[in-house]
């Protein structure tokens, strides 16, 4: 699969999930909105009833009021025929100016307001909204548009400010009753409005939208899912093409690195097998030998194959027993020496762990020490500076093997440790090898129960380092 598709197909599915999301958000605010429109009706219906029963209120106290001023005016034209008779002895101390103006004053929409009981206000509300089935927190309450500023909070009366009337007016516009959403007129008519109830709900958006939290939630947790799924296979994709990538690579490598021992042993042969050679004792012997040594350079390069075959199985048969490093990489470096020393370098050691003892694998801890040193002076063009460096650290040993090479990238130190990946130099056959050195290391190094790292710059060399445990436990094994 090329990388345009790949892009094509993550640029579609990234695409269809936006939409998916867009759509599903809008169904969902269409709800909340239908919800809230819901709410709005119901509320809207309880303020209605609320208005009855204070009209009802107001329509009985007016018709008792009525009725008492009837009853009195009785008592006034009684005492009026005895105020003529000249007989005040049944003349009331603190005696009602019942007249016109006071049933003028009883009809008056404004004493109506002013008369409305804080208790059965408080009541009518609460049982209107919970016949609505709204049980949610609220606030409440009246205000006169004679005085500019509200009678009833939250059923407590408000004293009403004297000769300030502008204090009052910036105190009603500070009120947060004042920006509620729902106000229903009270005792309104064509000529005048006194009031209004105002009924706010601080917690409305949540209470509106908590019925929907759990669909959200759902959507949220699957479409996430989905994008987690599609990302991972992203990333598999990605990283199988990458491993094909190198294992192409690994197979032209593998194809050019046998094939320049079996052309060797080759003409080694005919030229053995020619009337002129076999005759000649020490030409054949030099013969035998260039085929025994190249023989055992393929042998090599299928030892490497097989023991990464081993690790990937599990199926490590590790021998462990007591080892000197200092002792194992002297005589890694002999075996290095004569390659450095060809491109006019050196190798340097600087021991300075004091004990030098652990327990491990002797033959694969010296093949990790010889696949260090050779891949700093493979990556080394000339004059290699490679030093060997030892210390002890909490429950073990550190070595540190640094050169002066052409160093990696970021990238490159990411991927350095991974199966065929090598280190690209313009030329893929400029640095021989099948890309398992490393992978081979750092797998070694973590069936001993230890670490390794690198720190590389590009042109300035690496360094690798590896931490071993002094004790080997079974635990430890890959």
Known sequence: MSRKVIWGIIAIMSLSLI????????????????????????????LNNVKERLIGDAQERL????????????????????????????????????????????????????????????????????????????????????????????????????????????????????????????????I???????????????????????????????????????????????????VSEMKTDFINNMTHEFKTPIA???????????????????????FIGIIKQENARMLNQVEKVLQMAQIEKNDLNLKISGIHLHELIEEAIINAELKVQAKGGSIETVFDAKKDEIEGDFTHISNIINNLLDNAEKYTPEKPQIIVQTKNVKKGIEISVSDNGIGMSKESQKLIFEKFYRVHTGNVHDVKGFGLGLSYVKAMVEAHGGKVSVQSELGKGSNFTIFLPEKFSNQNKV
Not at 233 to 242: A, D, G, M, V
Not at 267 to 285: C, F, H, Q, R, V
């Open 264 to 286: 060797t042993i080759s003409l080694a042969s005919d030229s053995i097998l020619s009337p002129g050679i076999m005759e000649n004792t020490d030409k054949i012997k030099r």
């Open 19 to 46: 939409v998916v999301g867009v759509i599903q958000f809008f169904w969902i605010k269409r709800s909340v909105d239908l919800e809230e429109k819901n709410f709005d009706d119901k509320v809207i219906f309880a």
């Open 192 to 242: 005048s409005e006194p009031g209004h109830l105002n009924l706010n709900f601080p917690g409305k958006t949540r209470f509106l939208w908590s019925s929907f939290i759990p669909i959200l939630l759902t959507s949220s947790f699957f479409t996430g899912l989905i994008l987690f799924c599609f990302s991972y296979t992203i990333y598999i994709i990605f990283r199988q093409k990458k």
């Open 63 to 190: 018709q008792r009021d009525v009725e008492e001023i009837k009853f009195q005016n009785t008592i006034v034209d009684k005492l009026k025929q005895e105020i003529i008779s000249g007989d005040k002895s049944t003349w009331p101390q603190n005696h009602r100016n019942l007249d016109a103006g006071s049933l003028a004053f009883l009809f008056n929409a404004d004493h109506f307001l002013e008369t409305i009981d804080k208790d059965k206000l408080h009541k009518y509300i609460a049982k209107e909204l919970k016949e609505q089935k709204i049980n949610i927190k609220y606030e409440y309450g009246v205000f006169s548009n004679d005085i500019k500023d509200y009678i009833i909070i939250n059923g407590n009366y408000v004293a009403a400010a004297v000769g300030d009337t502008s204090k009052s007016s910036n105190v009603a516009a500070i009120n947060p009753l004042q920006m509620a959403e729902y106000r229903m007129p009270l005792f309104a008519n064509e």
